[in-house]
């Protein structure tokens, strides 16, 4: 993309709601743009990054034999009543009426649909196990949202719903989705650490929460190093074979958030290998059992012809949420750093010369042979060009002046680490393109 | 995908509450559920078929110089007091109030909210032009929801948004998006008509409607043979080149809905190519002006240092709407017939043996060397699988059976022309890869 025709705004001023790195940075880059309290629209580069981030998620959940649906956003309350949190749930419920003065609600999650939905098609056990999974954008009407994405009241969530005939199979289940998560995230740059959780208002008896850890994290956290140093892309699993010694890998390790912490059991961990950090949740899954199969009537026929109430868990990602989490993992002062797996463009071609027959070539060149790249053609001075890129935060910058052109380099200069070299055209396609 | 593990629901009864092909044929091969009047969840064979479509139109937007953004579902009701039409607009406008007792709105079309974002960031004619595009679910909240998903409340719409310092701009961002429409509705096989229409409600002054000819159609449309036989594909057009030729031979011709029907312009049509058929709306085109831009306060600095106010059109595609008119334009009594570029799956893989060795060796061969396909490995009769397959409607099947495996051959049926043959599983390949 030409960034003279692009709309790929930013801002010099920070502005003033803004109070943690990520909100502010989303704003001044030009990621998103606030249209109503906790509302946000999103601009271009905003985009392209919720979109890789999205399509990460729908592999792995993919990979891990999960199905894609689409649920729509406007719910009926009957639904709600039927599983009896239509009363239950609180203020942050969007509720509305219809024309006809029917009441609906904007959908804060999808136990209830889901599950009325499956109802509508399972009659035996042979329909099962299934996992279903939408990626949708939900409505939590927060009383103060703040911190952009992080905390908005129009979010988008992934959120999968799995259906078993055993407790055995809706374990498996679970471990798939905890395994899939962690590979997730894994691929978009981030370390996301799992904990054991409370399974607060859905329900249920195992809960974890997968948190990114951050400076500006919401939450204290306390982990040991040992399971920071796992890596979840060393081995793929085979989603098919017993899962629960890769799971138990993982929850060996002590990792609690401030709500579960076990002072005791921290004792035991050695010192050198106590962190206490700061982190942001960016996935939460939970196993409730029957909770929503049995109040809403949903049963197959067993094997033996009786019949069964099938065990069910869900599993939810914060896509949108991500963003702001990703950024808060990886700025600096000038701005983000983008990951390479989510970055909105690979790489910047930055013009110093615009109209220079020489610069104009080179950097043209570059910009053909680079997919997925941004090309500064405006006619701007070197500085701002530079404090954008750095704001944008595109994993490769290209510097492309009148000097190096005749001379036949480019300054390369990648932004996580502020590493730069002149290197040959050649090389520097060579080391962008990997 | 193994249809034994798949979520893709048949039913076997036609839903009473289903008047019309395609809403039949949408619930009974189980790309939809309705989960209140008018509103569905997508189904996972729906689903394909509804990214499928949305990525072709994002193609060919992106590829029109149009830019992708996402704005948000929910609105602030003053933003549509700037323009006028929060009063205006009837009861199909989904209107609530949040926690705080905020007047809102779930989106009908966005052309306030874009409008309000761009004259956050453009400030200079060098800012422009720009079209901004977005492809989010809007509610209209229709009195009699009907017809399935060509007329539902909660629909997926690509809405676009020109801005232009001045009318001669305009217009070419109009040809840009008239073309960019033929082409996709062309990709996605389908022959769509563009008919000079009346502005209506969104106002301005010129305006074509795209018109897929369907038997069931909603509306009666007149038309030329001569436009019948143009292909949008064959030439791709260069954008940034005067398209008033390539526009003016597509409107060259009659074409016209009822309500801009002029009979005396008809009669000067030759007899033998006067075409009268049915219609259903895909895509609609306007070009307001001021309209929006004046109301909103929405200006930039001209080249001469004086203020403009920007010239604006809007373009919309009905995207899930569209899965309904390819139906209602390919299906017969036994289901839908898709056309390949939007299809759930390429192919399905029908195993009439489910257990016998060579059955299903063949079949797991043809399965895994077709990307995107369905392998019917389910323990079922012959009769209920290939009713499934031609109901669901996969662009060709591939049929398995003892005796064929025996004779290294496979039945291979296209599901558009009923034709069948028996070829070696290399032919099937290469024809199906083809």
């Given at each position: ?8 705004p930013t801002?010099?001023?920070t ?6 790195a990520?909100?502010r940075?989303m704003?001044r880059?030009?990621l998103?743009?606030?249209?109503s309290?906790?509302i ?7 985009w392209?990054?919720l ?6 998620v729908?592999?792995?959940?993919d990979?891990?034999g999960a199905?894609?649906i ?6 009926s309350?009957d639904l ?7 009363d239950?749930y609180?203020?942050?419920m969007?509720r ?9 609600l904007?959908?804060?999650t ?9 109802r509508g098609?399972?009659?035996s056990y042979?329909?099962?196990?299934r ?6 954008w939900?409505f ?7 911190f952009?994405?992080?905390?908005g009241?129009?979010f ?11 407790k055995?199979g809706?374990?498996?289940?679970y471990?798939q989705?905890?395994l899939?998560?962690l590979?997730t995230f ?10 054991r959780?409370d399974t ?6 195992l809960?974890?929460e997968?948190?990114?850890l951050?400076e ?6 306390f982990?040991?190093?040992?399971l ?10 085979d989603?098919?074979a017993?899962?629960a010694p ?12 401030e709500?579960?912490h076990?002072?005791?059991a921290?004792e035991q ?9 700061r982190?942001i949740?960016v996935?939460?899954?939970f196993y409730?059992g029957?909770?929503?199969?049995a ?6 026929q067993?094997p ?14 914060g ?10 993992a ?9 990951p390479d797996?989510v970055?909105p ?6 013009n110093?010369?615009?109209g220079?027959?020489a610069?104009?070539?080179?950097s043209?060149?570059m910009?053909?042979?680079i997919p997925d ?20 935060g595109h ?6 002046g009148p000097r190096g052109a005749?001379?036949g ?6 932004r ?14 060579a080391k962008?393109?990997g």
């Open positions: 993309m030409r960034l003279s025709r692009a709309f790929l801002l010099k001023e502005p003033a709601e803004a109070t943690i990520s909100h940075l704003l880059a030009g998103v743009r606030q249209t309290a906790g946000y629209a999103w601009l271009p580069l905003g392209r990054v979109q890789k981030i999205e399509q990460i729908r592999e792995e959940q990979r891990a199905q894609e689409l649920m729509p956003t406007i719910q309350a709600w009543r039927q599983s009896g949190r239509y239950a609180g203020p942050e969007l509305l009426r219809d024309r006809h003065d029917r009441e609906c904007y959908g804060p999808n136990e209830e649909m889901v599950t009325d939905i499956f098609y399972a009659k042979r329909d099962l196990p996992n279903l999974y939408h990626i949708q939900k939590r009407d927060e009383v103060r949202p703040r952009g994405v992080m905390r009241r129009e988008l969530m992934k959120d999968a719903y799995s259906f078993d005939v055993t055995e809706a374990q498996h289940s471990r989705m905890f899939a998560y590979r894994a691929r978009m740059g981030l370390k996301a650490v799992p904990m959780a607060g208002p859905i329900g249920g008896n809960s974890h997968f948190i990114v951050a500006t994290g919401e939450s204290q956290v982990v040991s190093q040992d920071l140093d796992m890596d979840a892309l060393a081995s793929a699993p989603y098919g017993d899962l890769a799971v138990d890998a993982w929850t060996s390790h002590y990792a609690a958030t709500e579960m076990d002072p005791a921290w961990v050695p010192e050198g290998k106590r962190v206490s950090a982190g949740e996935g939460h899954i409730f029957t909770k929503y199969s109040s809403m009537g949903l049963s197959v067993g033996d012809g009786k019949t069964v109430v099938p065990e069910m868990g869900s599993y939810g990602i896509v949108s949420r991500l963003v702001g989490a990703t950024i808060e990886n700025h600096d002062e000038q701005g983000i750093k983008w797996a970055a463009f690979k790489a910047v071609v930055i110093l010369k615009q220079d027959a610069c104009d070539a080179l043209e060149r910009y053909a042979a790249s941004l090309y500064d053609d405006r006619s701007e001075r070197a500085g701002p060009k530079f404090a954008d890129a750095d704001l944008m994993p490769w910058q290209v510097v492309v005749a001379a380099v480019v300054e390369l200069k990648r996580a680490t502020g590493e730069k070299q002149e290197v040959s055209p050649e090389d520097a396609l962008i393109l």
